[in-house]
C-alpha cells in the first residue's frame, strides 16, 4: 500500500526566512503533485511534477523530485504572509488515483 | 472552461438520512474521482470513473455509499444512512484524456451529519 509522508507537518516561518517541506513516499512513481489548501477551500493545483529531477518554479515557491530517493520538496523562498495555507503533496498510483501526505500547515510571521 | 463544480456547497442532515451530492467536471475531461477529506487530514480516494465505467473503489466506500456517472459527464455520489462519522468534506475532481495528468479540484460538499 503507497504511504506518503510529509514532513513537518507544521511550519511557523518569519517573513523573509527560507525554508523546506519534504514529501516521502513509499513505491516507485513518476508522478508527484503539490497542492495548496486555505481554510475552508478546496485544493489549489501548484506543481505537477513527472520525472526524475523534476524541477518547478512559481513565485517564491520551488519543488523538485528525485523519484530513486521517493523524495520530493518545496521550497519556500523569502517567506511572505499571503503563503500561510496548508500543503499537500499526493502520489499519482497506477494513474487511477491521488494518495495525499497528511499536509503542512504552514503559518507565516511577520 | 468554468472549472469543476460541485452542488451543493454545504448539507446539514440528521443521522439516518440519505443524500446525494453532485459533480459536473471540466467538460470533456473523462476522468472523475471522489475523495473524502476529514478535518486536519489530507483528502482520501473513494472512487473513480473513466467515462461512465466505475473503474475502482476504495475499502473506505462502505455499501452505504454509491457513486454513478451514467453519461459519462456529471456524477452523483449518495450516503444512505448517513452516520456522524460521515461528516467531512467530499471532493470531486476531473481529468483529462490519456497524456494529462492534473487533477483539477471542485470546490466541495461539506457535510454536517448531526
Known amino acids: 500500500e503507497l504511504k506518503v509522508e510529509q514532513n513537518p507537518l507544521f511550519l511557523s516561518m518569519q517573513e523573509g526566512k527560507n525554508y523546506t517541506i519534504y514529501c516521502n513516499y513509499s513505491t516507485t512513481s513518476d508522478r508527484l503533485y503539490w497542492y495548496r489548501q486555505d481554510p475552508g477551500k478546496s485544493l489549489e493545483s501548484l506543481f505537477v511534477l513527472l520525472s526524475n529531477g523534476a524541477v518547478k518554479q512559481e513565485g517564491r515557491l520551488m519543488a523538485s523530485l528525485d523519484t530513486k530517493a521517493r523524495l520530493s520538496t518545496l521550497h519556500i523562498t523569502a517567506a511572505v504572509h499571503d503563503l500561510s495555507a496548508t500543503y499537500f503533496c499526493a502520489v499519482d498510483e497506477y494513474g487511477n488515483k491521488l494518495v495525499f501526505g497528511a499536509g503542512t500547515i504552514l503559518r507565516v510571521k511577520s | 472552461d468554468t472549472g469543476v463544480s460541485q452542488d451543493p456547497r454545504h448539507k446539514i442532515t440528521k443521522r439516518g438520512q440519505n443524500v446525494t451530492f453532485r459533480c459536473d467536471p471540466i467538460?470533456?475531461?473523462?476522468?472523475l474521482y471522489w475523495y473524502r477529506q476529514t478535518l486536519g487530514q489530507g483528502p482520501e480516494f473513494l472512487t473513480y470513473?473513466?467515462?461512465?465505467?466505475?473503474?475502482?473503489k476504495s475499502r473506505l466506500l462502505s455499501d452505504r455509499f454509491s457513486a454513478e456517472r451514467p453519461k459519462g459527464s456529471f456524477s452523483t455520489l449518495e450516503i444512505q444512512r448517513t452516520e456522524q462519522g460521515d461528516s467531512a468534506m467530499y471532493l470531486c475532481?476531473?481529468?483529462?484524456?490519456?497524456?494529462?495528468?492534473?487533477?483539477?479540484f471542485g470546490p466541495g460538499t461539506r457535510l454536517t451529519v448531526t
Open positions: 470513473f473513466q467515462n461512465e465505467a466505475q473503474l475502482e
Open positions: 467538460s470533456e475531461h473523462n476522468r
Open positions: 475532481a476531473s481529468r483529462g484524456a490519456w497524456g494529462e495528468y492534473e487533477q483539477y
